[in-house]
T-cell receptor, first 114, second 108 residues
């Protein structure tokens, strides 16, 4: 089991472009979470998804940000028309649908908007 | 409201000194609590969870439901303990809520 895989590890976008961040959960995990970590700050919850469903998107900005977790393929976090303030590390985590289990994290995607 | 509070953004201690990283939570249900650690430029990894009551790398944490706390402790800090520490709460709907983290610096 390769663990939670995120790609790309580093992404540079110009202001106004779109950023697509991918997350492949661990095998057998049906829950995916996205978190944002701004420089010198802690993790902020963005969205929680199960296959084909958004369970909780209370941490997602209302505009420009969207997330999906299709039946096949990785989860995608999409940021349209990026601005400098979107520069951050974006972490994905996954967990199975069982009790007493922690969330497993990917190594993150570091987005830089220039 | 579901919330995890880590009041200290930065904690500096000398090598060999005791460490206590504070964590308080707010949750109406039965909490599942975790401590995660993030070493420099690495992914977050689980340090320990309250349900297993184990000690990892000399760290322990006890769930105090009366004080709604889950403080992380270590009797003698080591330089390699320097990292970012996050307390996390898992809700009944499998959502993980993290505190803002405490950066621990262990000074030689």
């Amino acid at each position: 089991n390769a663990g939670v895989m995120q790609n790309p590890r580093h992404l540079v976008r110009r202001r106004g472009q779109e950023a697509r961040l991918r997350c492949s959960p661990m095998k057998g995990h049906s829950h995916v979470y996205w978190y944002r970590q701004l420089p010198e700050e802690g993790l902020k919850f963005m969205v929680y998804l199960q296959k084909e469903n958004i369970i909780d998107e209370s941490g997602m900005p209302k505009e420009r940000f969207s997330a999906e977790f299709p039946k096949e393929g990785p989860s995608i976090l999409r940021i349209q028309q990026v601005v400098r303030g979107d520069s951050a590390a974006y972490f994905c985590a996954s967990s199975p649908l069982t009790v007493d289990t922690e969330a497993f994290f990917g190594q993150g995607t570091r987005l830089t908007v220039v | 409201a579901q919330r995890v509070t880590q009041p200290e953004k930065l904690l500096s201690v000398f090598k060999g000194a005791p460490v206590e990283l504070k964590c308080n939570y707010s949750y109406s249900g039965s909490p599942e609590l975790f401590w995660y650690v993030q070493y420099s430029r690495q992914r977050l990894q689980l340090l320990l969870r309250h349900i297993s009551r184990e000690s990892i790398k000399g760290f322990t944490a006890d769930l105090n439901k009366g004080e709604t706390s889950f403080h992380l402790k270590k009797p003698f800090a080591q330089e390699e303990d320097s990292a970012m520490y996050y307390c996390a709460l898992r809700t009944g709907t499998y959502k993980y809520i993290f505190g803002t983290g405490t950066r621990l610096k262990v000074l030689a």
